[in-house]
C-alpha cells in the first residue's frame, strides 16, 4: 500500500511557473508507473503525463509537453511536476497516481491506477 500526496499548487498569473511535488509514503515507488492528471468541473479526468520510476523515461500529453516536464527525486521518493508557461486553461485539480503495473501503453489510461492522492488545486490568473 502507498499513500501519495500532492504540494505545490497554488495561484499564478498566466506565463508562470509552479513546481508540484508527489510524494510517497508506505513504500517506495519501487518499479511503479507515475502520473499525473488533471480534472475541472463537468469534465472528466485527463492525462498529463507520465514517469517511469524505475528508469526516468516520460511521456506527456500534446497540451503540455512543450511547457511541462516530470522529474523523479530517488533520495526523497517523490516525482514532481514542472509547469511553465501556464495558460488560463492549465486551471484544474492536479492529481498524481501510482500504477504497480510499470510504466508501458497503459500510461495514459486512468482505471490502470492503483493509488490515487487527494489533488492540489492550480489556479492560472489572467
Known amino acids: 500500500q502507498v499513500q501519495l500526496v500532492e504540494s505545490g499548487g497554488g495561484l499564478v498569473q498566466a506565463g508562470g511557473s509552479l513546481r508540484l511535488s508527489c510524494a510517497a509514503s508506505?513504500?517506495?515507488?519501487?518499479?511503479?508507473?507515475i502520473g499525473w492528471f488533471r480534472q475541472t468541473p463537468g469534465k472528466e479526468r485527463e492525462f498529463v503525463g507520465a514517469?517511469?520510476?524505475?528508469?526516468?523515461?516520460?511521456h506527456c500529453s500534446d497540451s503540455v509537453k512543450d511547457r511541462f516536464t516530470i522529474s523523479r527525486d530517488v533520495a526523497k521518493n517523490t516525482v514532481n511536476l514542472q509547469m511553465n508557461s501556464l495558460k488560463l486553461e492549465d486551471t484544474a485539480v492536479y492529481y498524481c497516481?501510482?500504477?504497480?503495473?510499470?510504466?508501458?501503453?497503459?500510461?495514459?489510461?486512468?482505471?490502470?491506477?492503483?493509488?490515487w492522492g487527494p489533488g492540489t488545486q492550480v489556479t492560472v490568473s489572467s
Open positions: 497516481a501510482a500504477t504497480s503495473r510499470g510504466y508501458g501503453p497503459w500510461v495514459e489510461s486512468l482505471s490502470k491506477y492503483d493509488y
Open positions: 514517469i517511469s520510476w524505475r528508469n526516468g523515461n516520460t
Open positions: 508506505g513504500r517506495t515507488f519501487s518499479s511503479d508507473g
